[in-house]
């Protein structure tokens, strides 16, 4: 369970005086408030801002407490989040205050993320227990809402929210990023957690039907759909399948998403094929946290974070693959977790003007390089 649902369980309770329930609302709806500055690059960089935006972000910082302690226990996303979420908080707070805006308007983003991506992980019997009067009272609407439904796991919810965005043509260009980030956030829905490929299918063939959209849309949602289409003929159930057969059902179509057989690449026409993968992988280790293959597990899970690259999985890989060379040192496993993960630390820090890689990251490389080693 992440922090975000933990959050909506205490602020539905009926004792709100506790210090801990006070402290669990203030970060949540310091979560709420970071999500909307950061929709909005001006009031990002506005100065007038910077006291309370540096603030949440500490108050979001104080919370890895709270997760359990056994993280080969737990699902795979939240063990990957375990123990590094303080570190990815406060790195997002020194890039505010250095005024990095674009990365820490993504970074913020993958705060939601983080929360949407463990709990679309698997199907649940239950949708999480309604919090309805708490999200009106925080006025959410649009894309914020949808997604702030889907991480509390009020799955139905959040795609008619989802349906009622895709069904209004973009505007504009933030427009057109908006329904881009809907309708993969759709398809996570329908992928990861309902695993239902006729609804996937009809919601492509609706929106292949839509005139107004552009050429490079289109062209994603012929791509899906051909996916969509085979993965529906399948008849694959996965919920009966046992962990060592999700783990090679991802295996094999991670190796038919990357086509060349070469270095893993990104290909949004691939990318339903990458969630089916990725929610494979988390439900192998669901049924079986102490999988024999668990690292290997983790390092596809990176791999699929990677190729999957949505602001709302930004920097999601580095924590599997931190977690995979963590949980493995000196493995075989470890050090191509941790080749994946310095090769895209080095990446992210490099620009036309040099490689500079903060003092943080460094220290992060040179303690997994010895765990590796």
């Given at each position: 369970?992440?922090?975000?649902?933990?959050?909506?369980?205490?602020?539905?309770?009926?004792?709100?005086?506790?210090?801990?329930?006070?402290?669990?609302?203030?970060?949540?709806?310091?979560?709420?408030?970071?999500?909307?500055?950061?929709?909005?690059?001006?009031?990002?960089?506005?100065?007038?801002?910077?006291?309370?935006?540096?603030?949440?972000?500490?108050?979001?910082?104080?919370?890895?407490?709270?997760?359990?302690?056994?993280?080969?226990?737990?699902?795979?996303?939240?063990?990957?989040?375990?123990?590094?979420?303080?570190?990815?908080?406060?790195?997002?707070?020194?890039?505010?205050?250095?005024?990095?805006?674009d990365a820490?308007?993504?970074?913020?983003?993958?705060?939601?993320?983080?929360?949407?991506?463990?709990?679309?992980?698997?199907?649940?019997?239950?949708d999480f227990?309604?919090?309805?009067?708490?999200?009106?009272?925080?006025?959410?609407?649009?894309?914020?809402?949808?997604?702030?439904?889907?991480?509390?796991?009020?799955?139905?919810?959040?795609?008619?929210?989802?349906?009622?965005?895709?069904?209004?043509?973009?505007?504009?260009?933030?427009?057109?990023?908006?329904?881009?980030?809907?309708?993969?956030?759709?398809?996570?829905?329908?992928?990861?957690?309902?695993?239902?490929?006729?609804?996937?299918?009809?919601?492509?063939?609706?929106?292949?039907?839509?005139?107004?959209?552009?050429?490079?849309?289109?062209?994603?949602?012929?791509?899906?759909?051909?996916?969509?289409?085979?993965?529906?003929?399948?008849?694959?159930?996965?919920?009966?399948?046992?962990?060592?057969?999700?783990?090679?059902?991802?295996?094999?179509?991670?190796?038919?998403?990357?086509?060349?057989?070469?270095?893993?690449?990104?290909?949004?026409?691939?990318?339903?094929?990458?969630?089916?993968?990725?929610?494979?992988?988390?439900?192998?280790?669901?049924?079986?946290?102490?999988?024999?293959?668990?690292?290997?597990?983790?390092?596809?899970?990176?791999?699929?974070?990677?190729?999957?690259?949505?602001?709302?999985?930004?920097?999601?890989?580095?924590?599997?693959?931190?977690?995979?060379?963590?949980?493995?040192?000196?493995?075989?496993?470890?050090?191509?977790?941790?080749?994946?993960?310095?090769?895209?630390?080095?990446?992210?820090?490099?620009?036309?003007?040099?490689?500079?890689?903060?003092?943080?990251?460094?220290?992060?490389?040179?303690?997994?390089?010895?765990l590796m080693?």
């Amino acid at each position: 369970m992440t922090f975000l649902a933990m959050t909506l369980m205490v602020l539905s309770a009926a004792d709100a005086g506790a210090k801990e329930q006070v402290s669990m609302r203030d970060a949540f709806e310091a979560l709420v408030r970071l999500q909307g500055v950061s929709s909005s690059p001006a009031a990002l960089r506005d100065p007038k801002n910077a006291l309370w935006v540096s603030a949440d972000l500490r108050k979001l910082a104080s919370l890895p407490h709270l997760f359990p302690a056994d993280t080969r226990s737990q699902e795979p996303a939240t063990a990957a989040l375990a123990g590094l979420f303080t570190r990815y908080v406060e790195d997002t707070r020194r890039r505010f205050d250095a005024r990095e805006t674009d990365a820490v308007a993504l970074r913020v983003h993958t705060l939601t993320g983080l929360c949407f991506t463990c709990h679309t992980r698997e199907s649940a019997p239950v949708d999480f227990d309604d919090t309805q009067k708490r999200l009106e009272a925080l006025g959410l609407s649009g894309l914020p809402r949808a997604q702030v439904l889907a991480a509390t796991r009020q799955f139905d919810e959040a795609l008619v929210e989802y349906r009622r965005l895709l069904d209004a043509p973009p505007k504009n260009e933030r427009g057109m990023l908006e329904y881009t980030r809907a309708l993969q956030d759709a398809l996570a829905v329908l992928v990861r957690v309902k695993d239902d490929a006729p609804a996937t299918l009809a919601l492509l063939d609706t929106l292949l039907a839509k005139p107004e959209l552009p050429a490079f849309l289109k062209g994603n949602l012929a791509s899906w759909r051909r996916d969509a289409a085979t993965w529906q003929a399948e008849k694959f159930d996965a919920r009966k399948a046992s962990p060592e057969v999700l783990l090679a059902r991802a295996q094999k179509l991670m190796a038919a998403a990357n086509g060349s057989g070469g270095p893993f690449s990104i290909d949004e026409r691939k990318d339903l094929t990458w969630l089916r993968a990725s929610g494979y992988l988390n439900l192998a280790l669901g049924k079986e946290p102490h999988l024999k293959a668990r690292g290997e597990a983790l390092y596809l899970l990176g791999v699929c974070a990677s190729s999957l690259r949505s602001p709302l999985w930004w920097d999601l890989d580095l924590l599997f693959f931190e977690r995979c060379v963590r949980e493995n040192p000196k493995a075989k496993v470890a050090r191509r977790c941790f080749q994946q993960l310095s090769d895209r630390v080095y990446l992210g820090y490099t620009g036309s003007a040099g490689t500079f890689i903060p003092d943080d990251e460094l220290a992060r490389l040179s303690e997994l390089r010895a765990l590796m080693q």
